[in-house]
């Protein structure tokens, strides 16, 4: 078998399209899409199946996925280097999930961050928030994926995604292809307003493309201690500061470091100079945006053209599968096993290329 660095990349996300992207999402996961759709076959797309676990309006549903792919191609995904489509445009996926349900156990799934957390919240759970992580698995074992580029809080889920898939070819032959998370240290768990993950269950987002003016009142509101301004501070740990990290040159984040450590400085002028910093590096992305918006056609051409590619990969996949535990009939005994030059990668913090 191919060792790891001698695999073809092959590339694969998802991301729900539960509203607005915030920052966490782009810095932590759409900023390494874009960086990898050159670097090997790449597959993106639109979690609508998982998002229908919290979204229950179909009007609102069909629009939050339109305007995620207008975001996606603005913040620079590009449908000719990657196939970005709409996860529920690929029914061979969901036949994928029962074939996995049948060897996933149930404590596995009991002892997934996410779940337990939604679960403390007092959210009430169904059967799909509970077996959300093996349609995650299915996602990606379904294009052969070697890597997925995701956030921290995602990691669980494609250890998941291992742990089914190795089961299943010690049940069944080689079938599938392990993949292994790849995350980006600045980005793998970008903080919100108040200091936690940035998540939209927090309420504590500041959004790509929010409007400047409720983004500055958000900025303006930011926690922060209560240390007399003076006194010198750590800049390390400090989430203002790791916010502002994200969008500033990296003379601005140095100076900043430098006044953090100095001190006499006010919070306030931190916050000032992040909502300057975040005007001008989302800038670019917000004018494609606007004209992307104008052309509605275009992004359902790309959709649908990235369906197509999309399903014929995972129907390869799926048939792959059935065949192998046996659900097609008159089908050769032999079960083909996944294609060489795939290595059964391992996981691990970063991957090829990494960024900082
Ligand atoms: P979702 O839609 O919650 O988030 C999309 C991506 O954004 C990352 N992310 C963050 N990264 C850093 N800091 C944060 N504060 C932060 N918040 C979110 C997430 O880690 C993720 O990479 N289950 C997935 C969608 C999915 C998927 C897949 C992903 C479905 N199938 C297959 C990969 C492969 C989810 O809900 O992501």
Redesign the pocket.
């Known amino acids: 078998m191919a060792t790891e660095s001698s695999a073809p990349l092959r590339v ?5 399209p ?1 509203g607005r992207f ?4 782009y ?4 900023r390494q899409y874009i960086e990898l759709q050159s670097a090997g076959d790449a597959y993106y ?1 639109i ?1 609508d199946l ?1 998002a229908l676990t919290t979204v229950r309006e179909p009007a609102r549903l069909r629009a939050l996925v339109h305007d995620a792919a207008v975001d996606l191609v603005a913040l620079g995904l590009d449908p000719d280097r990657a196939t970005l489509f709409v ?1 529920s445009d690929v029914p061979e996926v969901t036949e994928l999930t029962w074939l996995l349900m049948t060897v996933t156990p149930m404590g596995l799934l009991e002892r997934c961050h ?1 779940y337990k957390d939604k679960k403390t919240r007092g959210v009430a759970a169904d059967a799909g928030l509970f077996t ?1 992580p093996v ?2 698995s299915a ?2 074992l379904a294009y052969d ?1 070697t890597v ?7 990691v669980q ?2 250890e998941v995604c291992r742990d089914l898939a190795g089961t299943f070819n010690h049940l069944y032959g080689d079938v599938f292809i392990l993949p292994r998370p790849r995350l980006v240290e600045a ?6 307003t108040d200091g936690q ?3 939209k269950s927090y309420d504590n987002t500041l959004d790509v493309f929010e409007d400047p003016a409720a983004q500055k009142k958000k900025i303006m509101r930011i926690t922060t201690d209560s240390r007399p301004m003076d006194q010198p501070k750590d800049p390390l740990g400090d989430h203002l500061f790791d916010l502002f990290a994200l969008v500033a040159t990296d003379e601005e984040r140095e100076a900043m470091a430098d006044l953090y450590r100095r001190g006499g400085f006010g919070y306030g002028e931190v916050k000032k100079a992040l909502v300057e910093a975040a005007a001008r590096f989302f800038a670019g992305a917000r004018a494609r945006r606007a004209e992307l918006e104008r052309d509605p056609a275009r992004i359902e051409a790309i959709l649908a053209a990235g369906a197509a590619r999309a399903r014929a990969q995972a129907g390869a996949v799926l048939d792959r599968a059935r065949r192998a535990c046996g659900l097609a009939r008159g089908a050769s005994t032999a079960p083909p096993t996944a294609p060489r030059g795939h290595a059964a990668a391992q996981p691990g913090r970063t991957g090829p290329g990494a960024t900082r």
């Open positions: 694969l996300s998802g991301i729900q539960t915030h920052w966490g999402n810095f932590g996961a759409i797309f979690a998982h996860q996410a959300y349609l995650m996602d990606i994926a997925v580029p995701v956030g921290e809080d995602q889920h494609i980005g793998a768990r970008v903080p919100g993950k940035m998540s």
